[in-house]
């Protein structure tokens, strides 16, 4: 049974940076693409970016391009999401997922395995 854990997430200034881990447990990380959503109160839930198994293929969503980097550790079985100079808008719920499948999509119904979700607020 994969796990994901999400942490890193919290209370922060406009303008300011966050940046958000994924553990990973139960599975062979290495062969999981992983993808990083958010939902806010009211909205639907919002791809963010995401990552091939290999690390070599990655994707952003137009609301934080330019503004947000994701990595994973094979290693350590985790993924990360840095993100900087935060707005207002970005507050929101945020979470993980796995697919074990290669290549990353930004649909989230084609991720099999989600975590708990981690709260973000950027205060102005």
């Known amino acids: 049974q994969v796990q994901l854990e999400e942490s890193g997430g919290g209370l922060v200034q406009a303008g300011g940076s966050l940046r958000l881990s994924c553990a990973a447990s139960?599975?062979?990380?290495?062969?999981?693409?992983m993808g990083w959503f958010r939902q806010a109160p009211g909205k639907e839930r919002e791809f963010v970016a995401g990552?091939?198994?290999?690390?070599?293929?990655?994707t952003y969503g137009d609301s934080v391009k330019g503004r947000v980097a994701i990595s994973r550790d094979n290693v350590k079985n985790t993924a990360y999401l840095q993100m900087n100079s935060l707005k207002p808008e970005d507050t929101a719920i945020y979470y993980c997922?796995?697919?074990?499948?290669?290549?990353?999509?930004?649909?989230?119904?084609?991720?099999?395995?989600w975590g708990q979700g981690i709260q973000v607020t950027v205060s102005t």
């Open positions: 997922a796995a697919r074990n499948l290669p290549a990353l999509t930004t649909t989230s119904s084609r991720y099999a395995y």
């Open positions: 990552i091939s198994w290999s690390g070599d293929t990655i």
């Open positions: 139960g599975g062979t990380f290495g062969r999981f693409a």
